[in-house]
């Protein structure tokens, strides 16, 4: 035996251990995301008097790759929506938002703010 045929040997075992290490990724962030959305399920809605303290936006960039007959690449992005509200406790939380309800929003905004868990329902101003 060569010892170029144990390299060869060893190639198809890192590809089945990074093939399953990406599968169980997978499958921990989707029972991490489930397990959120039974959380929000089991949790009472509320409705508080907040403020609204600070917005802020995340934008994430994705490039797809494409075979050598198109020599770019195609980059996409994606913006999620955050909106920082703050309790008459002092307490703050912050909740991902529509674009649509952060163009509705303005800081130092009070009023009555209703969620579930970690998900927003609706704010309306007083």
């Given at each position: 035996?060569?010892?170029?045929?144990?390299?060869?040997?060893?190639?198809?075992?890192?590809?089945?251990?990074?093939?399953?290490?990406?599968?169980?990724?997978?499958?921990?962030?989707?029972?991490?995301g489930?397990?959120?959305?039974?959380?929000?399920e089991?949790?009472?809605?509320?409705?508080?008097?907040?403020?609204?303290?600070?917005?802020?936006?995340?934008?994430?960039?994705?490039?797809?790759?494409?075979?050598?007959?198109?020599?770019?690449?195609?980059?996409?992005?994606?913006?999620?929506?955050?909106?920082?509200?703050?309790?008459?406790?002092?307490?703050?939380?912050?909740?991902?938002?529509?674009?649509?309800?952060?163009?509705?929003?303005?800081?130092?905004?009070?009023?009555?703010?209703?969620?579930?868990?970690?998900?927003?329902?609706?704010?309306?101003?007083?």
């Amino acid at each position: 035996m060569y010892p170029g045929d144990m390299m060869f040997n060893a190639v198809p075992i890192f590809i089945m251990i990074g093939f399953i290490v990406v599968i169980v990724l997978v499958i921990f962030n989707l029972g991490k995301g489930i397990n959120q959305w039974k959380k929000n399920e089991d949790s009472p809605r509320l409705s508080v008097s907040a403020i609204i303290k600070s917005k802020r936006t995340h934008v994430s960039r994705h490039t797809h790759h494409h075979t050598e007959q198109h020599h770019h690449d195609h980059v996409t992005s994606s913006t999620s929506y955050y909106v920082t509200f703050e309790f008459e406790s002092g307490d703050r939380y912050e909740f991902m938002v529509s674009g649509g309800e952060y163009g509705l929003l303005a800081e130092g905004d009070t009023g009555k703010l209703t969620f579930q868990g970690t998900r927003y329902l609706g704010f309306e101003r007083l």
